[in-house]
């Protein structure tokens, strides 16, 4: 009798830890909130999932908004509010190319850009692997991926992880980081969006489920549910579909599936710096964190800035003089101007600091986030000689300040969107672009408008990423819809413009103002006549989409730049070569230090070398 009471307790037990397993949770993705429908689409899914029985939490992979903005996103949160489970989000890339405070905006308003959530034997994982400011294909950022380290190490080996990001694996570049990590651990399956339509895939063996868009702009749209029980995995999509004209709702099972039983725990193979003896490498640096500026060359050596807000001075041979941490994330390229280093943060400081100990010195509040490159400009002002900064902001007011006191000496309000490259200072005018679709050109003593010029007057397009060459008497730029225009100083009118070369805003002028070098979004470089645009020599290449904007620098008889997937080439006597690949991340602008060259990556590796 006791022995079958306690089978009995046992089979209970038994069916109650098998029930215990079982949970249902929201997937949603790109939203676009800002984009035509979709904040009424979204509220109908909100409430949709407030009618869900037993829905645990909600999960959104990403494109939250359409261009990340901080109204978009507080929309959004605003909207969730109203939805009755707690709810867990990641960034897109749309949240992320587009920021005005180096993606702070995400964090402030949902509380961080990634997620860990346990639950039952359950740990759900959210990583952003989107790029700050930068679009094609996503990246897993140092930080991400140090943050997955230390969660990792408190999961216990049996404990199931199910993943989740924005971009599929296979447009992810460094994806195999992750992935070799969360294959250590009990990883049941990674979930994605960004493709807008539900599909099964795998990613060496792992199971990839991605989800359909949450806008009305494809023939289905909606959400999903997904229910985990103890061997299963099954996904469900509720939401509508397109029928003749308009569109109907619909609820359809799309995946049944038996869990992962076990991982494939053999890491992926991937190649770190690879140095292919064509130039000398002197030194090597890794900081191990995000860089979105090249390094700043000064007297006895560089400045890096990284977007956590730290600075670091480092000698020509790269001992480290001192660091600080302006506790704010750093976007702005800063500028090194005789005893003084001026750095912006999104926080709207302009901070003068020390150039000898690092020390700050003055503390400028501008009271929006400071985005554009510094530069600066020798001015007469208050009966003396002096120089002055000039820096660009998120709402597109371009500030002229006198570099010693700080004192302001004009401010700009002509553009209507963020400032976000490097304003092109001349004898008598500065010329920039901002995310308005418009390029400006003020009198640098005034800082009235001189003129104002586009080829295309759309956000999308605008030539804001673009860091465009000049020879002082014409400008030249790329933009995303694929044109090449060269424009004159003076006037401001169009000398010539073509979109024969699908270029994507990385340009280069030769050292006799004679040659332009473009790369094209996939596999191609140009070199063309810079006065007419007509073509010189076009090579085609096996590197590609890229999408990373560089400047094409000359380096004695080459020309030489990064790309999108790492490596770094030299075009030189018709001729392509890879000079190193410096990492699985995209390369910054090569700058020239003396008789040295630094390159560097958005994954703060920082390398000097030296022709042979």
Known sequence: MKIAKLTLFVLILGVFAAFAQNLKIAWISDTHIGAPGSDTTFLKHINLMNETQDLAFLIHTGDVSEIGSWEQLEN??????????????VPGNHDTKWTNMGGMEFVRIFGDDKFRFDTLNYSFIGLNSGIILR???????????????????????????????????????????????????????????????????????????????????????????????????????????????????????????????????????????????????????????????????????????????????????????????????????????????YAGTVDGDLCQIDFNTGEVLQTLGINEPITSQIVSFPIFFRERQ?????????????????????????????????????????????????????????????????????ENVNFYYSTASCMPVTNGDYIWFVSPDKTVSCVDVLLGKTQWKSKEFTAWESIGLSDDGKTIWIKSLENGLHALNALTGKKIKSFSTKWGVDTNPVQIR?????????????????????????????????????????DLFIASNMDGRILTFSLK
């Open 386 to 454: 002096t120089t002055a900064i000039v820096f660009g902001t998120a709402s597109g007011i371009l500030y002229a300040y006198e570099a010693t006191e700080l004192t302001p000496v004009w401010k700009s309000n002509e553009a209507k969107g963020r400032i976000e490259s490097i304003p092109v200072v001349l004898s008598d005018r500065v010329i920039y672009s901002a995310w308005d679709g418009m390029t400006y050109c003020l009198d640098i003593r005034t800082g009235k408008l001189n003129w104002k010029w586009s």
């Open 76 to 89: 959004a949160e605003n909207m969730l509010k109203s939805l009755k489970v707690k709810y867990f989000a």
């Open 135 to 341: 679009g094609g294909g996503g990246h897993f950022a140092p930080e991400q991926i140090e943050w997955l380290k230390a969660q990792l190490n408190t999961i216990s080996d049996k404990q199931e992880i199910y993943f989740f990001t924005h971009i599929p694996m296979s447009d992810i570049d460094n994806w195999y980081k992750v992935v070799n990590l969360l294959r250590k651990k009990n990883l049941k399956a990674i979930f994605v969006g960004h493709g807008h339509a539900n599909k099964d895939s795998e990613v060496d063996m792992i199971p990839q489920i991605q989800g359909l868009c949450s806008t009305p702009n494809r023939g289905t749209y909606g959400f999903n549910l997904i229910d985990i029980s103890k061997d299963d995995l099954k996904i469900t999509t509720v939401g509508a579909v397109r029928t003749d004209s308009s569109f109907s709702n619909t609820q359809f099972k799309w995946y049944d599936k038996k869990k992962l039983a076990r991982v494939n725990t053999l890491p992926s193979g991937s190649k770190d710096f690879t140095d292919y003896k064509v130039v000398t490498v002197h030194d090597k640096i890794d900081l191990d964190k995000t860089m979105l500026v090249s390094p700043v060359v000064h007297k006895n050596g560089f400045l890096a800035a990284t977007l956590d807000g730290g600075l670091y001075n480092y000698s020509k041979n790269m001992k480290r003089l001192w660091a600080i941490d302006l506790d704010a994330r750093i976007v702005s390229r800063p500028i090194v101007v005789g005893d003084y280093i």
């Open 554 to 594: 000359q380096v004695g008889d080459a020309a030489v730049f990064g790309l999108q997937n790492g490596s770094f080439m030299e075009f030189k006597k018709d001729k392509l070569n890879e000079l190193f690949f410096l990492g699985q991340a995209r390369g910054l602008s090569i700058e020239k230090m003396g």
